[in-house]
Nanobody
Framework: QLQLVESGGGLVQPGGSLTLSCAASGFTLNNYAIAWFRQAPGKEREGVSVISGDGSTHYGDSMKGRFTISRDNAKNMVYLQMNRLKPEDTAVYYC????????????????????WGQGTQVTVSP
């Protein structure tokens, strides 16, 4: 069974850091683009970052310079390092996988992702 499981969320003070992890099982990540999305209460789900099969990356404007996405295909893991966190980063964070027609594929739309995790809560508060 194909599955994505996020971990690493929690409560952090403004300016702090967290690293989220996404573990894949039932399939290998090599042929997939992996993204992090987030959804705050009352808001639409938005893209945070994407990493392609060949390691190319894309970030949302408010995440550039603060967040770093990485992948370890050998471990079937994807990570999101989040620094200088702000209260507006508070949300449930989801990882998602999209099958890639080519290794530098960077899908940006929600509908392009086939598999989703259950989410992990990140709360940034004093």
């Amino acid at each position: 069974q194909l599955q994505l499981v996020e971990s690493g969320g929690g409560l952090v003070q403004p300016g702090g850091s967290l690293t989220l992890s996404c573990a894949a099982s039932g399939f290998t990540l090599n042929n997939y683009a992996i993204a992090w999305f987030r959804q705050a209460p009352g808001k639409e789900r938005e893209g945070v970052s994407v990493i392609s099969g060949d390691g190319s990356t894309h970030y949302g404007d408010s995440m550039k310079g603060r967040f770093t996405i990485s992948r370890d295909n050998a471990k079937n893991m994807v990570y999101l390092q989040m620094n200088r966190l702000k209260p507006e980063d508070t949300a449930v964070y989801y990882c998602a996988a999209a099958s890639s027609p080519h290794e530098d594929y960077i899908p940006l739309g929600l509908y392009e992702y086939n598999y989703w995790g259950q989410g992990t809560q990140v709360t940034v508060s004093p």
